[in-house]
């Protein structure tokens, strides 16, 4: 299974905390970790994670900070493309806090806002294989990216955690839109051929042109939800030779699994032994 992943990568500074602050107050974190994060970066590490080749296409740079995101991906079976390599400011940083009693977090992220312009074609040599995952943050890598896969027959699947501007053009390339709860599209239609819409704990909903329901997510005690939703997607997109509803409890199930686990990256072991 190769996925393609095309999308944003952060740096996250991630503090885990008995209660998380109020505003002008200071706490004491229980415990620190520094990971690659964003969504399509963490969506990159579960396909690797699943036994996949993951293949991300993103920005990192020359900064010390990208250097600590790229290893920490490479140690996880990512392979990155970075298209713009030679790039010295630092990549976005996110800043996290997950409160320790129910996994619950608190995410400040400049995402790509500062990231230039840079081109796209050289990296459109690597889409190919089985299925294409977008997050749209890098807008024209997106649409290119999308653009190829179909002229190959590649399906495409849109991780749409909210709405952007791009996704005009985007969605009449894409597939697969898989929402979250709070996506909302400024018209309220998606005329995408497979609608999804994960919830959280809740059922995760799906549409096509002939069918709809639900598939119900596995109950777990979470001990962190940071990135649960990215995971979701990776899975998911992992499992692209399953069927629609097979293919939705598979990554139910993962995206459980990592919820399960605290830290950013004390999930991986056990989504190993998840392969399929």
Not at 8 to 29: C, Y
């Amino acid at each position: 299974m190769r996925v393609v992943l095309a999308g944003l990568s952060t740096v996250d500074l991630v503090q885990r905390v008995a209660e998380l602050p109020a505003p002008g107050e200071k706490v004491q974190s229980l415990a620190v970790e520094v990971a690659a994060g964003g969504p399509a970066a963490n969506a990159a590490v579960t396909v690797a994670a699943l036994g996949g080749e993951a293949v991300l296409l993103t920005v990192l740079g020359a900064h010390p900070l990208a250097d600590l995101a790229r290893a920490d991906l490479e140690a996880y079976g990512v392979r990155v493309v970075d298209a713009l390599p030679s790039r010295v400011s630092p990549p976005p940083v996110s800043a996290v806090s997950v409160r320790d009693a129910d996994g619950e977090r608190t995410v400040v992220s400049h995402n790509a806002a500062d990231v230039p312009d840079f081109p796209v074609s050289p990296l459109l040599d690597e889409v190919h294989g089985d299925c294409v995952l977008l997050d749209g943050h890098h807008p024209e890598l997106a649409l290119a990216v999308a653009r190829r896969a179909r002229e190959l027959g590649v399906p495409v699947v849109l991780d749409a955690g909210s709405w952007k501007p791009v996704l005009t053009d985007l969605l009449p390339l894409v597939d697969v839109a898989a929402c979250s709860a709070h996506f909302r599209a400024p018209d309220g239609v998606l005329d995408v051929p497979v609608v999804i819409t994960t919830a959280g704990a809740g059922p995760v909903r799906y549409s096509t042109v002939d069918d709809s329901g639900s598939v119900p997510v596995p109950e777990v005690e979470a001990a962190d939800t940071l990135g649960a939703g990215d995971v979701w997607h990776g899975a998911f997109a992992c499992g692209a030779s399953l069927p629609l509803v097979e293919r939705i409890r598979f990554a139910n199930e993962v995206a459980a699994e990592r919820v399960w686990h605290a830290g950013p990256r004390a999930w991986v072991p056990a989504v190993r032994e998840m392969r399929r």
